[in-house]
């Protein structure tokens, strides 16, 4: 089983910018899609984004359109998630996840299994 682990979260201004990162240890990511959800207080976990095996197709949530990219080095076993522009309502805990099926050609179809645990990001207005 995958094991991940996120990082590059912080404290940022509106307007400001981030750089995710999912590390994956255990087995290679290279053959599964990977998503981003965020989960702010009090509220349910969301979508934001995900990227296929392959990096040929990614999905986005509408409310990040324009302002993340998410990205991923194979070579690395890692997945990034640029945000730019952030706004207050970014404000959330961000988590990755990997598809549990491999080789699945359509971003917007992964079904999440491994979890990492988390990496806080707070913006501030």
């Known amino acids: 089983q995958v094991q991940l682990v996120e990082s590059g979260g912080g404290l940022v201004q509106a307007g400001g910018s981030l750089r995710l990162s999912c590390a994956a240890s255990?087995?290679?990511?290279?053959?599964?899609?990977v998503g981003w959800f965020r989960q702010a207080p009090g509220k349910e976990r969301e979508f934001v984004v995900a990227?296929?095996?392959?990096?040929?197709?990614?999905y986005y949530a509408d409310s990040v359109k324009g302002r993340f990219t998410i990205s991923r080095d194979n070579a690395k076993n890692t997945v990034y998630l640029q945000m730019n522009s952030l706004k207050p309502e970014d404000t959330a805990v961000y988590y990755c996840?990997?598809?549990?099926?491999?080789?699945?050609?359509?971003?917007?179809?992964?079904?999440?299994?491994?979890w990492g645990q988390g990496t806080q990001v707070t913006v501030s207005s």
């Open positions: 996840t990997t598809d549990n099926s491999p080789f699945r050609a359509i971003a917007a179809m992964i079904v999440p299994e491994s």
């Open positions: 255990g087995r290679t990511l290279s053959h599964l899609g």
């Open positions: 990227i296929s095996w392959s990096g040929d197709t990614t």
